[in-house]
């Protein structure tokens, strides 16, 4: 008899120790997911570079890009990041080629919380 109790005892015991050590997990929130780098902002918009450079015609894979970094830009952190890397690129732009950029999100058909500037204050953009 006392030996099922203790062996209850010690089941009860386990059990509590087993949920305190996967409640924390449980509870956790998920990770967040990836940031979106400088380097994904290039690759994503290499197929412009061609546009913003020399204008004329923008190609259909540039817009895809173009369309697909607005989607993934889906919150305020995303887009601070994507502004930030654009402000960088366009921080050594010529005039001209800061222009044709600007023109991608009208001409691709979409419009941007941000403008494409050098001078954008990136905190600013939600």
């Known amino acids: 008899m006392a030996n099922s109790t203790l062996l209850k005892a010690t089941a009860c015991l386990v059990l509590i120790a087993a949920a305190m050590v996967v409640a924390p997990l449980l509870t956790e929130a998920a990770p967040p997911p990836p940031k979106i780098s400088c380097g994904n902002v290039t690759s994503t918009l290499a197929p412009c ?35 930030l890397c654009l402000k960088s690129v366009t921080s050594s732009a010529s005039p001209a080629a800061i222009k044709n950029a600007k023109s991608l999100p009208g001409k691709c058909g979409i419009t941007l919380p941000i403008e494409i500037t050098p001078t954008i204050d990136c905190n600013k953009v939600n």
């Open 49 to 83: 570079f061609e546009y913003v450079l020399s204008g004329g015609k923008v190609p259909p894979n540039c817009c895809a890009g173009v369309k697909s970094l607005y989607k993934a830009a889906s919150t305020t952190a995303y887009r601070r990041n994507v502004c």
